[in-house]
């Protein structure tokens, strides 16, 4: 995407302000062979959360999560697995800095093979990029990235698709 303001929630801002927006969006676990996920610092709130972000007018969700991860990481995504969904309002409904409302509606997706090398590919969004132990994530990571991350090991030791 260009830009925020381009985008169909920069256009939707525009005319509702910082109104509370219901919004479809996608996030993934991307794994490493050795286990570690890729996280990013974001621009936004200067803390680390998964890749991902909402989805454009028009576009299947996991259209949404292969352009975020060329777009946040510089890759190609070659295997997207969804292992979950969250819309719970206690995590999923909050306020970015700029005083915009927001409650996501998110497809949780684990990948492990791409194309490319990651890297911060789009400064605007992202300040690092770093490998994690899922298990064992930075402290200042995003509380909803906090809960899928849970969950994905839960889906991961055999819990099958997961409601959060």
Known sequence: MADFWS????????KVGNDLVLMPGARTVMERADGKILLE???DFDIWGLPGGNAEDGEPIEQTMYRELQE?????ALNLV????????????????????MHSFCLNFH????????????????????????????DDLLPQHKRALKHFLVYQAGGGFQLF
């Open 7 to 14: 985008s169909y929630l920069g256009r939707l801002r525009l």
């Open 41 to 43: 610092r974001r621009a």
């Open 72 to 76: 946040e990481v510089g890759i190609t």
């Open 82 to 101: 969804p292992f979950g969904y969250s819309s719970q309002p206690d995590l999923e409904a909050f306020c970015y800095p700029n005083g915009h409302e």
């Open 111 to 138: 990948l492990t093979r791409w194309d490319g090398d990651p890297h911060v590919a789009d400064l605007d969004e992202s300040l690092a990029i770093d490998w994690f132990d899922p298990a064992a994530p930075p």
